[in-house]
T-cell receptor, first 113, second 109 residues
Framework: GAGVSQSPRYKVAKRGQDVALRCDPI?????LFWYQQALGQGPEFLTY????????KSGLPSDRFFAERPEGSVSTLKIQRTQQEDSAVYLC???????????FGSGTRLTVV | RKEVEQDPGPFNVPEGATVAFNCTYS??????FFWYRQDCRKEPKLLMS???SGNEDGRFTAQLNRASQYISLLIRDSKLSDSATYLC??????????FGSGTRLSIRP
C-alpha cells in the first residue's frame, strides 16, 4: 500500500485480556520497527525486524510481549495478560533499510481498563 | 542519563519569529540523525535528515555537531502550522534508533 497501515486504530482491553496489533508495512520495506509511546513521551523502541528475522527485541518490556513477522511483510505485536501500564499508543514504522527515513503508521491506541 | 535528550519546552513564539532547539546524544558511534514532527494524536512524520555538512529545506535548517554530540533545528519565519512536537532521532545501528522525548512548539498569532 501507499503507507504503513495499522489496525485496530483503537483497542480497549480488560486487564488480563490478550490483544493482537497488526502492522502492514509499505511494500518492499525490509526494516520494520515497533514502538510504544506513552502520553507526553517520545516513542520507545520495542523490537526490530529485518524481513522475517527479529534481530532485536531488547525493548520488549516483559515476556508478555511477543512480535512476529513470519513472511517478512505483515507483523503482529501480541500482548498477553494486559495490564494497565500497557496502555499506550503502539506505533509501527517501516523503512527500506538503515540510514533511510522511517514511515510510521497511525498507531494503535491501547487502553487497558 | 537518557541517550537522546531534548528540552521539552513548550516554546511559545509569535508568528514570523525564528526559533531553534537542540538535541544532545550520548553515543558517539551514532551514524544517522533525523528530525521528526508529531502533531497531537498523530504519528511522527519525517521532517528532515541531518547531515554533517548541515542541510536546509525551505525555512528549516538542521545541523549536526559531532564533536559536541548535538543536533539542532532552526525554523525561520515561523507559521501557525509549525505548531507541533519536534522529535530528535538518533540511529547508531540498523536496529538501534532512539527518539528524544520531543520539544513542544506553539506559534501564536
Amino acid at each position: 500500500g501507499a503507507g504503513v497501515s495499522q489496525s485496530p486504530r483503537y483497542k480497549v482491553a480488560k486487564r488480563g485480556q490478550d490483544v493482537a496489533l497488526r502492522c502492514d508495512p509499505i511494500s518492499g520495506h525490509v526494516s520494520l520497527f515497533w514502538y510504544q509511546q506513552a502520553l507526553g513521551q517520545g516513542p520507545e523502541f520495542l523490537t526490530y525486524f529485518q524481513n522475517e528475522a527479529q534481530l532485536d527485541k531488547s525493548g520488549l518490556p516483559s515476556d508478555r510481549f511477543f512480535a512476529e513477522r513470519p513472511e517478512g511483510s505483515v507483523s503482529t505485536l501480541k500482548i498477553q495478560r494486559t495490564q494497565q501500564e500497557d496502555s499506550a499508543v503502539y506505533l509501527c514504522a517501516s523503512s527500506l533499510g538503515a540510514g533511510n527515513g522511517y514511515t510510521f503508521g497511525s498507531g494503535t491506541r491501547l487502553t487497558v481498563v | 542519563r537518557k541517550e537522546v535528550e531534548q528540552d521539552p519546552g513548550p516554546f511559545n513564539v509569535p508568528e514570523g519569529a525564528t526559533v531553534a532547539f537542540n538535541c544532545t546524544y550520548s553515543n558517539s558511534a551514532s551514524q544517522s540523525f533525523f528530525w521528526y514532527r508529531q502533531d497531537c494524536r498523530k504519528e511522527p512524520k519525517l521532517l528532515m535528515s541531518v547531515y554533517s555538512s548541515g542541510n536546509e529545506d525551505g525555512r528549516f535548517t538542521a545541523q549536526l555537531n559531532r564533536a559536541s554530540q548535538y543536533i539542532s533545528l532552526l525554523i525561520r519565519d515561523s507559521k501557525l502550522s509549525d505548531s507541533a512536537t519536534y522529535l530528535c532521532v538518533v540511529q547508531s545501528s540498523a536496529s538501534k534508533i532512539i527518539f528524544g522525548s520531543g520539544t513542544r512548539l506553539s506559534i501564536r498569532p
